[in-house]
């Protein structure tokens, strides 16, 4: 299952990965691996994009964020905050 936000004003006025992360589990039951899965290698392949996004191997465009977390649970049970570190863009520290 492939995770995101939808963020738009319409019918989806929220743009918080970690919150969609949240309900993906609290909501449909996906564990926390699932719903990282979900944003990631699920989410490439429902773009059309798993031959080059949504994972971190050699040859794939390498965009990704860098936590603030001492495990990735944290991400989907604390949705309130925000703990992001630092993020590359196509290989370049932002």
Not at 71 to 78: I, K, L, Q, S
Request: proline residues 7%; glycine residues 8%; contains cysteine.
């Amino acid at each position: 299952m492939a995770v995101a936000t939808d963020f738009n004003p319409g019918t989806s006025p929220f743009a918080s990965l970690h919150l969609a992360m949240n309900m993906a589990c609290v909501k449909f039951g996906l564990t926390p691996e699932e719903a990282w899965a979900g944003v990631t290698r699920h989410a490439a392949r429902a773009l059309g994009r798993q031959a080059s996004h949504g994972q971190l191997a050699p040859g794939f465009v390498a965009n990704f964020a860098i936590w603030d977390a001492e495990h990735p649970v944290e991400m989907v049970y604390e949705p309130g905050r925000s703990p992001l570190w630092q993020r590359v863009v196509r290989g370049e520290l932002q």
